[in-house]
């Protein structure tokens, strides 16, 4: 039976953060030591019931549903929550999933009334079925059925934040980024800055400055902007940035936003600071060594077993033998992923093909992600493969280098693996503050997607893949190594559970 049924929310949920709270300073200190603390075998306590709640894209749902194995495979009762469909992800890891159906639903309904009516008649309508969706009635009822011990968010799905903390659930806030808060140690993430240098403070005082100000502009023109007068008419998704709607949400649920997050940080429109938070990055790699109140490193989960959608036979035998024909001493391989936000550019995948063309040991997997299906390459197939949906955990194990966005996901992935990073970002999310970390720390080069030739991305793979950053990864994969063998998060979520 869980806490919520027993009727101990409040109390254990008071003593679960108090509890973690200490944990989390005992962590920090012991942390520059870098031994192992939480052994996997060590928790002798109850089952618990743990909800994820997920908004289902890519690289936080690989972290996440890594976190989920272990659990599992300890004994514990694991659900998924989202409004995307990511079943066969959730099952892979032996969880079960919930799909959240309201939000899809109302913007089906919209889009058949607009189709019906037109754009203008159906705008009362819609709003209508927006307010509707934003009292969160479904998350509500979600999570009262399923009466967790602890519920885990995605930091950016406000709305099921909203709900954990209105019935009074143990929640634990999930982040798949570089820290956020601000700090003058500490660059925003949408800026390819390290704070260090001559006159670094300055320049990042003024980055967040500069952050805050526009943000305020911008709700002060409010619905003058045209994506935020479409927040006012069309339904919105649980994890929407509109800060309006999660506005709404909160008053509809009588939580105080401002009590329990902040708007002066990175994530937009709210940071949550009132929860514990649970990251899924390295310490190590942060610009300032001073952990936020209440985040807690646990670094990147990777599962080895995670959900691939499978290639077809065809697919699977030309990756094969292409893998074990550049497996070979005189060979090297590289790997270009195209990242989970990166729009089809045929001009630039061409340019990474190119790269490669008059370099007869190399290999190039283009990993397209779905998107460029339709595109035609000037290509020799000997050398180059394409594949829609790239296995990527396979190929680093055996790449020389890899070109990416910089999305974290594939960034931690190829520190894993210990393969050079080319990152060639669009100034999108966090790529910029990830690009910044790599060229900071010897990980690899970073260049500008507008102005980089084919003949820079091919020297600076063959420079990479000579050894030129060898020792940073040697040390980066044997820190991600350590935080897979200390299991932090399983240690977290099991603490909690004792003090429920």
């Not at 994820?52 to 549903?65: D, E, I, K, M, Q």
């Not at 909160?250 to 105080?256: F, S, T």
């Amino acid at each position: 039976m869980s806490a919520c049924e027993l009727g101990l929310t409040h109390v254990g949920y008071r003593r679960a953060y108090d509890w973690l709270h200490e944990w989390a300073q005992e962590h920090s200190v012991r942390e520059e030591a870098a031994q192992p603390r939480h052994s996997m075998r060590g928790y002798r306590g109850g089952m618990g019931k743990i909800v994820f709640g997920v908004h289902g894209l890519r690289s936080a749902l690989n972290n996440t549903s890594a976190l989920a194995r272990q659990l599992v495979d300890r004994g514990h009762e694991v659900v998924f929550v989202s409004f995307r469909d990511v079943r066969e992800t959730v099952e892979n890891v032996g969880a079960q999933f919930v799909l959240l159906r309201d939000g899809g639903d109302a913007i089906e309904l919209v889009r058949q009334q607009r189709k019906a009516r037109g754009d203008l008649r159906s705008i009362r309508r819609s709003r209508q079925v927006r307010n509707e969706l934003l009292e969160l009635d479904e998350p509500v009822r979600a999570l009262r059925e399923l009466a967790p011990d602890i519920v885990v968010v995605d930091m950016e799905m406000h709305g099921l934040i909203l709900t954990a903390h209105h019935l009074g659930l143990p929640t634990v806030a999930a982040l798949s980024f570089h820290d956020p808060m601000r700090s003058l140690n500490r660059p925003p993430l949408h800026r390819d800055m390290t704070g260090s240098g001559a006159g670094a403070q300055a320049l990042t005082r003024f980055a967040w400055s500069d952050l805050v100000v526009r943000r305020r502009f911008r709700q002060a023109l409010g619905p003058l902007f045209p994506s935020a007068a479409r927040a006012r008419v069309l339904p919105q998704m649980l994890n929407t940035t509109d800060l309006n709607s999660v506005r709404s949400m909160a008053r509809n649920l009588d939580v105080d936003l401002d009590a329990i997050a902040s708007r002066h940080e990175w994530l937009h429109p709210h940071t949550y600071m009132r929860f514990p938070i649970i990251s899924f990055s390295v310490k190590e790699l942060e610009f300032d060594q001073t952990s936020p109140p209440g985040v807690i490193h646990i670094g990147p989960c990777i599962d080895p077993s995670r959900y691939q959608r499978a290639l077809s036979a065809e697919k699977r035998s030309e990756l094969s033998a292409f893998l074990a024909r550049y497996a070979r001493s005189a060979h090297r391989l590289a790997y270009c992923s195209m990242g989970s936000l990166q729009a089809a550019e045929h001009a630039y995948y061409q340019k990474v093909i190119d790269a490669f063309r008059n370099r007869t040991e190399w290999g190039l997997i283009l990993g397209l992600g779905s998107q460029g299906s339709d595109l035609h390459f000037d290509l020799d197939p000997e050398r180059v493969l394409i594949l829609d949906d790239a296995p990527q955990l396979e190929i680093l194990s055996h790449a020389d280098v890899a070109i990416h966005p910089g999305g974290l996901g594939t960034l931690y992935e190829c520190l894993r693996f210990q393969v050079p990073s080319v990152i060639v970002h669009t100034g999108e999310t966090d790529m910029p503050g990830n690009a910044a970390r790599t060229r900071h720390f010897g990980l690899g080069v970073v260049r500008d997607r507008s102005k980089v030739t084919a003949d820079q991305l091919g020297q600076d793979a063959a420079e990479l893949a000579g050894g030129s950053s060898a020792t940073a990864h040697r040390r980066f994969a044997k820190v991600i190594s350590d935080y897979e063998d200390r299991a932090e998060g399983v240690g977290l979520l099991e603490g909690m559970l004792t003090h429920l």
